[in-house]
């Protein structure tokens, strides 16, 4: 079965390191996202892609990049890992308009 | 970034009661999703609509789509412990295939 999978599932690390979170995808979807989850904030988009070589800025993007060098991945890197990092990350793959968004199981980051 | 609002944020009922959830947005959607999450888990969806007074049944959830496709509601008739979740309502936005979604309402059924 077609499935979307995070790594790690969690992760501790300090202050000022950078830290890649796994994203990979079996749907063939050329649509993926990555959000964060917070308390009082729900779900919020940080970067998307529509296509390999396509990166997109969401709504709370600043630290963090994404690259998409083939369908099926799309890793997100903290570039110095700051305390207000510290969030649940879900990825997530959706083929077209009004179609399901799979999302992956989440990791949870702690900056310390 | 259009935004979705949802009411309430929490609702803690007992087995059996009714209960209606709100998304309401001043922007207008192509479409709404429902989703549902458990803790650890991804959001899962529920069911999508499209057309402006679109009413969708899926057992005892009952999902209506505004008539002028700014807002949707989720009706659950005898609520269940097994229906305690965090109900999400997205909708895409000005990104294209991006959702943006409502904060969401975390629901508890207790027996």
């Known amino acids: 079965d077609a499935e979307i999978t995070q790594s790690p599932r969690h992760k501790i690390t300090e202050t000022g390191r950078q830290v890649t979170l796994a994203c990979h995808q079996t749907?063939?979807?050329?649509?993926m996202f990555w959000y964060r989850q917070d308390l009082g904030h729900g779900l919020r988009l940080i970067h998307y892609?529509?296509?390999?070589?396509?990166?997109n800025k969401g709504e709370v993007s600043d630290g963090y990049s994404v690259s998409r060098s083939n369908t099926e991945d799309l890793p997100l890197t903290l570039e110095s890992a700051a305390s207000s990092q510290t969030s649940v990350y879900f990825c997530a793959s959706r083929s077209a308009m009004n179609t399901e968004a799979f999302f992956g199981q989440g990791t949870r980051l702690t900056v310390v | 970034t259009q935004l979705l609002e949802q009411s309430p944020q929490f609702l803690s009922i007992q087995e059996g009661e009714n209960l209606t959830v709100y998304c309401n947005s001043s922007s207008v959607f192509s479409s709404l999703q429902w989703y549902r999450q458990e803790p650890g888990e991804g959001p899962v969806l529920l069911v999508t609509?499209?057309?402006?007074?679109e009413v969708k049944k899926l057992k005892r959830l009952t999902f209506q789509f505004g008539d002028a496709r700014k807002d949707s509601s989720l009706h659950i008739t005898a609520a269940q412990p097994g229906d305690t979740g965090l109900y999400l309502c997205a909708g895409v936005g000005n990104s294209g295939y991006a959702l943006n979604f409502g904060k969401g309402t975390s629901l508890l059924v207790t027996p």
């Open positions: 892609s529509y296509g390999v070589q396509d990166t």
């Open positions: 749907w063939n979807h050329n649509n």
């Open positions: 609509v499209v057309t402006g007074g």
